[in-house]
């Protein structure tokens, strides 16, 4: 049975979450009025992770160094959706208090895993939800009979694309990153297709998952996406296949991947 559980864990996020569920509400850019009895918790920097959810595992093994996450969410409000074309999404500060206090209620401020021991080859989703600046990690099987589980039924929350526009600030926007890491893997010699590479070498940089991982900001960032598409790249005499992966807000180099 294959079982894999991949999450991307930062350390310093202060997001704080009442200790009992159903008693947190947050307070994000202002003042608000909590529940009688209950605890006020900051949400923390613009950048600080809240929220987290990704695919792993199966017989194709999703969910491994360098994969985009399906959904991550900030401090600020910010939500940014993973795939081929990741968006932008922004919500109130009151959607988000909602939010944050209805992942508390689903409890998801304690780590667990939700599983079926009768289905082989399984994918799960994962979920890190950050709070007392620790990250807590739910592992549910996206297969089985745990439909009713508090967890799987707060992962229908978590898609931008149904939310109220009441609940958001702005326009869903395509996601436009100021840093992407390159993953370069070396290809077989002789191909025609190849172009010459025109950035900082691939052949040097931070190993992720068997590939060669080099950061690009600024133009050369907006630039290289622009070039993601050709099928292979040639760079000081060698043949490479270049996979380009947006950095999220939280995610600063290659060893975050």
């Not at 009768?118 to 739910?138: C, E, L, M, S």
């Not at 890491?181 to 040097?204: E, H, M, N």
């Amino acid at each position: 049975m294959m079982k894999t559980a991949v999450v991307t864990v930062l350390g310093g996020v202060a997001l704080l979450v009442s200790g009992c569920a159903g008693d947190s509400q947050a307070q994000v850019g202002g003042s608000s009025s909590p529940r009688p009895g209950s605890s006020s918790p900051s949400l923390g920097s613009a950048d600080a992770l809240v929220l987290r959810t990704k695919t792993t595992g199966g017989i194709a093994g999703l969910g491994g160094p360098g994969t985009m996450p399906d959904f991550s969410l900030y401090g600020d409000g910010r939500a940014i959706t993973g795939g081929a074309h990741p968006t932008e999404y922004h919500l109130t500060p009151q959607a988000l208090r909602r939010l944050v206090s209805d992942a508390s209620e689903a409890g998801l401020a304690r780590s667990r895993t939700v599983d079926d021991r009768n289905i082989a080859d399984a994918t799960y989703k994962v979920i890190t939800f950050v709070t007392g600046g620790r990250p807590h990690t739910t592992k549910i099987i996206q297969e089985g009979r745990h439909a009713g589980d508090p967890a799987a039924r707060f992962l229908a929350r978590l898609v931008p694309s149904s939310w109220p526009r009441g609940d958001q600030s702005a326009d869903p926007r395509p996601y436009r990153p100021s840093r992407v890491a390159v993953l370069a893997v070396t290809a077989p010699a002789g191909d025609g297709a190849a172009s010459k590479w025109p950035f900082k070498p691939l052949r040097t940089g931070t190993q992720v998952g068997g590939r060669t991982c080099t950061v690009l900001t600024g133009r050369d960032a907006a630039s290289v996406q622009r070039l993601a598409g050709r099928p292979a790249w040639r760079d000081r005499g060698q043949t490479y296949r270049v996979a380009v992966r947006p950095l999220l807000p939280d995610e600063h180099d290659c060893t975050a991947l």
